[in-house]
């Protein structure tokens, strides 16, 4: 059973950067998975913002390309969310999830069933 727990957020000025990171515990299974960042704003449904496979191949949502990059350290279960430049609209909160399983929609919530509790991002103007 993997285990996701997320750390990092915070409150930071718009411009500013921030990193989240994501710790797994269990073993991961399946040779091919997916994990990813999802965010989801009050009022809003929640919406993929990045994501990566067990390869390493990298997709991001078009209001986040350029200003925020994932990655993941295989030796410390940890998937990584390094975001610059933040803008207000990316105030919510942040979650990732895994699923052990190849996706072809690898930033649709619903294809992941494991999910961390959830880092808050506020980025005032």
């Known amino acids: 059973q993997v285990q996701l727990v997320e750390s990092g957020g915070g409150s930071v000025q718009a411009g500013g950067s921030l990193r989240l990171s994501c710790t797994a515990s269990?073993?991961?299974?399946?040779?091919?998975?997916?994990m990813g960042w999802f965010r989801q704003a009050p009022g809003k449904e929640r919406e993929g913002v990045a994501a990566?496979?067990?390869?390493?191949?990298?997709t991001y949502a078009d209001s986040v390309k350029g200003r925020f990059t994932t990655s993941k350290d295989n030796a410390k279960n940890t998937l990584y969310l390094q975001m610059n430049s933040l803008k207000p609209e990316d105030t919510a909160m942040y979650y990732c999830?895994?699923?052990?399983?190849?996706?072809?929609?690898?930033?649709?919530?619903?294809?992941?069933?494991?999910w961390g509790q959830g880092t808050q991002v506020t980025v005032s103007s």
């Open positions: 269990g073993y991961i299974y399946s040779s091919s998975y997916w």
């Open positions: 990566i496979d067990s390869d390493g191949s990298t």
């Open positions: 999830a895994a699923v052990l399983a190849r996706t072809a929609a690898p930033l649709r919530a619903h294809e992941y069933n494991r």
